[in-house]
């Protein structure tokens, strides 16, 4: 049975962002199979890869295979990237806090769940940290209703924060899957990541996962 591989990139792999100069030969230097990239928009839409390089360009915000050779693709600046990884197949999932809301983890992990042979296990990656996450009371609450009051942080200056990795190891959780594990920093105090909300970036660092 092919393994289940990913990667998470850092500045130093260059701009993955879709329609960037140059992305394809940066995606092939990260990992040289065909791409399954996503138009994200902060929902719960999820894609299924059914050849290499199948659903490219869909409008969704993750993406599932049992395809070997098919990369599986989301991009961020901030907002977590989440790896999907089980016996014969994985997933991506590109997970902020509207998209948590969404309930795009539930939404991926369902859709990947009749194509793994055994459990599946998550890897939260790169993703901006409570210490810099300055966060309104409105949207912390519509958060924290979904995955619970884990998900309520403080910045560095004492003020309410999302906790983003709590928000999305709890939805993991809730949608069944145990084995969650954290990789990376924050993106927005880290100096190898880009980040909007700390330096307004536009490139994007991405998360990729395939079979072989």
């Given at each position: 049975m092919p393994a289940p591989h990913y990667r998470f990139t850092t500045v130093a792999d260059g701009d993955l962002a879709w329609g960037?100069?140059?992305?394809?030969?940066?995606?092939?230097?990260?990992?040289?199979?065909?791409?399954?990239?996503?138009?994200?928009?902060?929902?719960?839409?999820?894609?299924?890869?059914?050849?290499?390089g199948d659903e490219a360009g869909a409008v969704a915000d993750a993406a599932v295979t049992a395809v070997p050779g098919a990369a599986v693709a989301v991009v961020v600046a901030d907002c977590a990237p989440v790896v999907l990884l089980a016996p014969g197949a994985v997933g991506v999932v590109h997970a902020g806090w509207r998209g948590v809301v969404a309930g795009v983890l539930p939404a991926a992990v369902e859709r990947l769940r009749p194509l793994a042979e055994g459990p599946i296990r998550a890897v939260v990656g790169?993703?901006?940290?409570?210490?810099?996450?300055?966060?309104?009371?409105?949207?912390?609450?519509?958060?924290t209703a979904?995955?619970?009051?884990?998900?309520?942080?403080?910045?560095?200056?004492?003020?309410?924060?999302?906790?983003?990795?709590?928000?999305?190891?709890?939805?993991?959780?809730?949608?069944?899957?145990?084995?969650?594990?954290?990789?990376?920093g924050c993106t927005a105090c880290g100096g190898s990541w880009w980040s909007h909300?700390?330096?307004a970036d536009r490139r994007r660092q991405a998360a990729v996962a395939w079979l072989g």
């Open positions: 960037s100069g140059g992305v394809e030969a940066r995606r092939a230097a990260v990992i040289d199979l065909p791409w399954t990239w996503l138009r994200q928009e902060h929902g719960a839409g999820v894609v299924l890869a059914e050849r290499p790169p993703c901006i940290g409570p210490e810099c996450y300055v966060f309104g009371a409105e949207d912390l609450a519509r958060v979904v995955v619970g009051a884990g998900a309520e942080g403080v910045t560095e200056a004492g003020t309410p924060a999302l906790h983003l990795r709590a928000a999305v190891e709890a939805s993991l959780h809730l949608s069944g899957v145990d084995d969650v594990r954290h990789e990376g909300r700390a330096r």
